[in-house]
């Protein structure tokens, strides 16, 4: 009997720790008030701090949050000591840590190299296009490393990539099929979420199929990226001949992928840091489950490619050249507004990302404007093609051609860049 007394005892006594009052510092998000608070459990902390911070919240709508930031959840608080200092969020507010709380003191006793960040918000807030265009003055205009095309040659215009693309013009080359695929994404997205595409059955059925052929033809033509790309850039000469091979990309072109050997493709999916390493690398000793997960991937995806060709009722359109807007340099110059022949700023605005580092930023701000808008014009166009009884396939192509083609595209500087109606 006494030993079944002292388990009893022992779950007694565990019961009651678990119920036991704990104290607890809580405090609101500005910090200007501090409680204690005396609780049994989660729950009945949030009650009470709620009820004398005067919240009126339910207090399941509100949450609380250590001193550094981290969010408290009901199985980690019971992990706490007892005094920790917590803080309680309502809806809506913002948490700072210690880190903002510091830097928002310092900033009010006008510490002058904090102010910097400050200032470069400003910069870049007022008045930017003209500021960019100092910027672009005052760029270095070296061209000694410009011809220079891998990350061992021209190391500092790598710097802080967030890529594995060892040349430039991989690099360049995926940044425009960014923006190609962008421009996608919102198409789609601004299809979807009209009034057409959700009460209209037999139109959203032909949007639905309109999509699937635009990812199908963008894939097929990689997506445009040679656009940036200046080994894609057209050779200056009278011939009427053009003995390049645009159907063949580069060793390091994204847009390739696809059409390597298996083994190859196996290299750069499973091993994609080899290149910078001095590992050789034996082919019969690569894993056997990383190549069977790839033969198992390109089975689905080609599964998936005949499941959207089916759908789509469409024929995909044979790729054209694959020619750069800039020059064999890497230079890109404005075409100017929307409604103009040509740049009336001249020289003035040209640019190479492939010179620097710096340059490389600034061409950021440059936009592949629509000429004919794709928000205002061509969607709405698309819609209403869909309500149609029957839809002609050129039209598709048209559209197809405007939203993603330099035919509707151009390049052009901040200052050119028309934010307004095309009308």
Avoid at 99 to 125: C, E, H, M, P, S
Avoid at 127 to 139: T, Y
Avoid at 173 to 194: G, P
Avoid at 246 to 253: A, P, T, V
Wanted: charged share 30%; hydrophobic share 30%.
């Amino acid at each position: 009997m006494s030993l079944i007394a002292d388990c009893f005892r022992r779950l007694t006594d565990i019961s009651s720790c678990k119920s036991e009052l704990k104290g607890y510092k809580v405090m609101d998000v500005r910090r200007t008030r501090k409680i204690g608070i005396a609780c049994r459990n989660f729950q009945d902390l949030k009650q009470k701090a709620c009820s004398k911070l005067n919240v009126i919240n339910d207090p399941a709508e509100v949450n609380v949050f250590l001193l550094d930031g981290s969010l408290i959840d009901e199985e980690y608080f019971h992990t706490l000591e007892p005094q920790t200092t917590l803080i309680l969020q309502k809806p809506g507010e913002k948490v700072l840590s210690d880190a903002d709380i510091l830097y928002d003191a310092l900033r009010r006793v006008n510490i002058d190299f904090l102010t910097a960040g400050d200032r470069v918000t400003q910069f870049l807030t007022e008045n930017l296009k003209a500021k960019v265009a100092l910027l672009n003055k005052a760029l270095n205009k070296d061209d000694s490393r410009t011809v220079l095309s891998t990350r061992e040659q021209h190391p500092e215009w790598f710097k802080n990539l967030e890529t594995n693309y060892m040349t430039k013009e991989a690099y360049m080359h995926r940044r425009c099929q960014d923006r190609i695929r962008t421009y996608l994404y919102k198409t789609i997205e601004q299809i979807k979420c009209s009034d057409v595409f959700m009460n209209d059955r037999k139109a959203r059925q032909q949007l639905l199929r309109t999509i699937t052929f635009f990812k199908l033809q963008l894939r097929q033509d990689h997506y445009f990226g040679f656009y940036f790309d200046r080994s894609r850039a057209a050779i200056d000469t009278k011939s009427d001949s053009d003995e390049t091979d645009y159907d063949k990309c580069y060793e390091h072109c994204p847009c390739n992928f696809g059409r390597n050997s298996d083994e190859t493709s196996l290299r750069q999916r499973c091993l994609p840091q080899l290149s910078d390493t001095n590992v050789t690398v034996d082919s019969d000793n690569i894993d056997e489950t990383d190549a069977r997960k790839f033969h198992e991937s390109k089975k689905n995806a080609k599964t998936t490619t005949d499941e959207n060709s089916e759908s789509c009722p469409y024929r995909l359109k044979p790729s054209e050249k694959q020619i750069a807007i800039c020059d064999r340099k890497g230079e890109f110059k404005c075409e100017g507004r929307w409604n103009t022949d040509g740049c009336s700023y001249g020289d003035r605005h040209k640019i190479n990302p492939y010179r620097s580092k710096e340059e490389l930023a600034l061409f950021s701000t440059w936009n592949l404007d629509h000429q004919i808008e794709r928000s205002r014009t061509l969607i709405p166009k698309l819609l209403q093609l869909s309500q149609q009884d029957t839809v002609n396939e050129q039209d598709i192509y048209d559209c197809y051609d405007n939203l993603f083609t330099v035919k509707n595209l151009r390049i052009v500087h901040i200052v050119c860049h028309d934010k307004g109606s095309h009308k």
